[in-house]
Nanobody
Framework: QVQLVESGGGLVQAGGSLRLSCAAS????????MGWFRQAPGKEREFVAAIGWSGLNTDYADSVKGRFTISRDNAKSTVYMQMLSLNPEDTAVYYCAAKGGARDTRPQMYVYWGQGTQVTVSS
């Protein structure tokens, strides 16, 4: 079956950085667009970044543009998100997700989801 496993979350001070990874199995990874979403306590899940199957096309939420970078390695079936200049508002559980076809910012368009990894940014 399809599995998406996130890693790389943790506790970091404001201004710090983290790199999230999401390892996929059970699907033809290079055929799927991948997205990162996050959910803070009491809030809805929100779009963070997405990348097309080739890795050439990306989208970002306005709140993370210039600070976060999504990338993928199709040979390793892994998608990454480098997060710089983190602030307390970035605190959330971060999820990776996969969908066939083009990348999308809407979480309901994604078919497969990981279990999430916690990112906590202290002030």
């Amino acid at each position: 079956q399809v599995q998406l496993v996130e890693s790389g979350g943790g506790l970091v001070q404001a201004g710090g950085s983290l790199r999230l990874s999401c390892a996929a199995s059970g699907l033809t990874f290079s055929s799927y667009a991948m997205g990162w979403f996050r959910q803070a306590p009491g809030k809805e899940r929100e779009f963070v970044a997405a990348i097309g199957w080739s890795g050439l096309n990306t989208d970002y939420a306005d709140s993370v543009k210039g600070r976060f970078t999504i990338s993928r390695d199709n040979a390793k079936s892994t998608v990454y998100m480098q997060m710089l200049s983190l602030n307390p508002e970035d605190t959330a559980v971060y999820y990776c997700a996969a969908k066939g076809g083009a990348r999308d910012t809407r979480p309901q368009m994604y078919v497969y989801w990981g279990q999430g990894t916690q990112v906590t940014v202290s002030s």
